[in-house]
């Protein structure tokens, strides 16, 4: 069948414009998560932070932008997205400037929870308001297209420019970078961005509020904590209890008259697939992350920045990943099998970390660079899949939900794969070796002064953990890729139309 039996009218310059002026603001935010990468021990000079407060300082933003998305998406829908938009934008610059010159670690770390606050608007916004300036599936592929290369790189950028700043300046710069495209956004949004809101949103629902936050908090938590931790009692019992409360929260949109999330959504074909399959992709590049990061500077001793230069050189292919994607889609190509091709060139990436050594630089940079533009290739599609299936009026709740898959995926890949590869680490590593070595490559390099040789036994320990999580990593993103040819819908598009297919691909 057709869905769309006559062409949706196509944006012009004034919405590609637009899209130029949300863009600004999406990198900035995605930046913030990796931003005091660098940062960290400049403010630990100057403030003085507990070891407690320094870890709130890193990790309140992504705590407070995780528990929100789906809030703020809601909330978008029923208030307009513009004006959600315009708001964040205004308390995360105000944010940005008070973290810049804080003089206490209490300060900046209340700094950081308004700029996730602010975060959590602006990341659903920015997707809900151009779902309703590109309504022609053509060129809404291409803009998604972009806000996911835009999203991924941001985070790659992010850790590089905070340690430039940091160099010619003082900390505080890394956050008052944010300032001009914030008041660009405030000037420019109100003449550029089209407002829109579901017409009929009924009542906010203030009790999902709390669930969603208990739902989101304790999990992510717990798999942050994992990797680095291990699986301890608390982490676990954590993880547990945000479950339970994802049970009450589910429970909850399924019976409340005015849901935050609507289980309509969920009834869309192919909907609850896709986020499944975002989260999976979030699950690959995230997870890949923790080892390549440590690997360069720990295996190959790089210093902090050469070690984020060197990590951003994978993500120059990003820029053409999901253009490439796009192209393929509106040539003909089934949506589910480009999909499933970005899963697969994302599986070849942890293949090519399988078969890295201790020295091996240039075949660990193509691993991470075949994981980035498979995971571009397979979101962006998805994402665009998505936000075609939901409803204008939705758009907000939608993306929220896909971001919110984001996270979790993410603190998945890192705390399962990081569990594997340090159970290996530990395995390989001689019973001999001093108690701290045997714990983390991190600490067998701090005492291998005193043990002649412990360095390299450790290195090539974590390179065998690393090989022990790229399998378990590509056999995910397989399963994933075969499961998006079986489960999402087989979807075409010709000449502005989309056609959906049987399950043989006819109509």
Same mark, same amino acid.
């Given at each position: 069948?057709?869905?769309?039996p006559t ?24 930046m ?11 403010i630990?000079?100057?403030?003085e ?7 709130w ?11 929100l ?7 978008g ?13 205004a ?5 940005s ?9 209490e ?13 959590a ?63 660009l ?9 089209p407002e ?7 009542r ?7 669930? *969603? ?16 931790e ?7 019992v ?12 589910v ?11 609507s ?10 697939p ?6 999976v992709?979030a ?6 992350a923790?080892f ?14 050469e070690?984020?230069l ?15 994607a ?12 480009v999909?499933a091709?970005?899963?697969?060139i994302s ?6 970390l ?5 020295? *091996?630089?240039?075949?660990l ?14 979101? *962006? ?13 939705r758009a ?24 594997i590869?340090?159970?290996v ?5 001689p ?25 390299a036994?450790?290195r090539e ?5 690393m090989h ?8 995910a993103?397989?399963?994933a ?27």
């Amino acid at each position: 069948m057709t869905t769309n039996p006559t062409p949706p009218p196509r944006a012009g310059r004034r919405e590609w414009t637009a899209l130029s002026v949300l863009m600004l603001p999406l990198l900035l935010v995605s930046m913030d998560v990796s931003v005091l990468y660098f940062a960290i021990p400049a403010i630990g000079a100057d403030l003085e932070p507990s070891g407690t407060q320094q870890l709130w300082i890193f990790d309140i933003y992504a705590f407070v932008l995780a528990g929100l998305l789906m809030t703020m998406g809601a909330l978008g829908d029923r208030v307009g997205h513009r004006r959600l938009l315009l708001t964040g934008a205004a308390a995360f610059g105000a944010a940005s400037l008070v973290a810049a010159y804080a003089d206490s670690a209490e300060t900046l770390i209340a700094a950081r929870a308004v700029l996730g606050i602010g975060g959590a608007t602006l990341m659903p916004s920015t997707l809900a308001i151009l779902r309703t300036m590109f309504t022609d599936p053509a060129q809404r592929a291409k803009a998604i297209g972009l806000w996911s290369g835009v999203m991924t790189a941001g985070i790659a950028l992010g850790s590089v420019m905070s340690g430039v700043l940091v160099e010619h300046f003082w900390w505080g710069s890394v956050f008052l970078v944010n300032l001009p495209a914030m008041a660009l956004l405030l000037v420019l949004g109100p003449l550029l961005l089209p407002e829109s809101r579901n017409p009929a949103p009924g009542r906010f629902d203030l009790l999902s509020v709390p669930l *969603s936050m208990a739902a989101v908090l304790p999990v992510i938590y717990g798999l942050k904590e994992i990797p680095s931790e291990g699986w301890n009692v608390r982490y676990v019992v954590s993880i547990t209890v945000g479950l339970l409360f994802t049970a009450l929260f589910v429970h909850r949109q399924r019976t409340t008259a005015s849901p935050m999330i609507s289980p309509a959504l969920f009834r869309g074909r192919g909907f609850a697939p896709a986020v499944g399959l975002n989260l999976v992709s979030a699950f690959g590049i995230m997870g890949s992350a923790y080892f390549t990061t440590q690997y360069l500077q720990s295996v190959l001793d790089k210093s902090a920045l050469e070690a984020a230069l060197w990590a951003l050189l994978p993500s120059v292919p990003i820029g053409a990943a999901a253009p490439f994607a796009t192209q393929l889609v509106h040539k003909g190509v089934e949506r589910a099998h480009v999909v499933a091709a970005g899963l697969l060139i994302s599986a070849s990436g942890f293949g090519l970390l399988f078969l890295v050594g201790t020295d *091996s630089l240039g075949l660990l940079l193509a691993g991470c660079a075949a994981l980035a533009v498979g995971g571009v290739v397979a979101m *962006s599609q998805i994402m665009d899949l998505t936000m075609g299936l939901a409803p204008v009026e939705r758009a907000g709740s939608a993306s929220s939900l896909m971001e919110t898959g984001s996270e979790f995926g993410g603190a998945l890949g890192m705390a399962l794969l990081g569990s594997i590869g340090t159970a290996v680490y530990r395995h390989e590593m001689p019973a001999s070796a001093p108690e701290p070595a045997r714990e983390t490559l991190g600490g067998a390099l701090a005492v291998a002064d005193s043990t002649p040789g412990l360095a390299a036994v450790a290195r090539e320990a974590f390179t065998s953990g690393m090989h022990g999580a790229a399998v378990a990593g590509a056999v995910a993103l397989t399963g994933a890729a075969v499961l998006a040819v079986m489960y999402l819908p087989r979807e075409r598009t010709n000449a502005g139309r989309t056609e959906l297919l049987g399950p043989t691909g006819v109509r």
